[in-house]
């Protein structure tokens, strides 16, 4: 499956503007985890273009997302290997591999950095600093919904946070006119 493929399950499968964006810009930060790492980008990037397809279906039932996912995918014949990781990212399996590891922390920090993006007073991800995120990071309030243990497993992958913080932003900022920011 090539990229617009991806793209065209997105669309038909995600009815939230929001979580199109999400699913974007998970994208976004693995295809740079990828680079990082010297790793396939589109395929990364496609792991984190689709990890989320089933979140409209299994919203009010968590113990299913990630694996409706992997179904779908399956039927679509993705490898194995993104089949895996979209279920770790969901926490329902070990995370064993680098793919695994990436598509588990990138997935929380697009949320972090959306949220330090809207609350400033033009609401785009330009303006936005490491030093900024960084704060935001250490306040529990702010974007409660990023969870920092999954973001800190950045570790995984042998980065510090900062690195870390520093790359995901900067993937996101490379799409911003895309994501609406």
Sequence with gaps: MDRQEALDLMFERVSEP???????????VMRALARRFDQDQDYWGLAGLVHDLDYDE?????PRHG????EILREMGFPEEILDA?????GH???LTLLDKAL???DPV?????AAALIRPEKKLEPVKLKSLKKRFKEKQFARGADRDQIS??????LELDEFLELSLEAMKGIAEEIGL
């Design 86 to 90: 979209v279920v770790a990212h969901a």
């Design 58 to 62: 299994t919203i009010d039932d968590f």
């Design 104 to 106: 588990y922390c990138a």
């Design 110 to 114: 697009t949320g972090l950095v959306v």
């Design 18 to 28: 929001n979580l199109r964006n999400h699913m974007l810009s998970t994208e976004a």
């Design 153 to 158: 497993a950045c570790e995984e992958l042998g």
């Design 67 to 70: 694996y409706v996912t992997s």
């Design 93 to 95: 399996r070990e995370r």
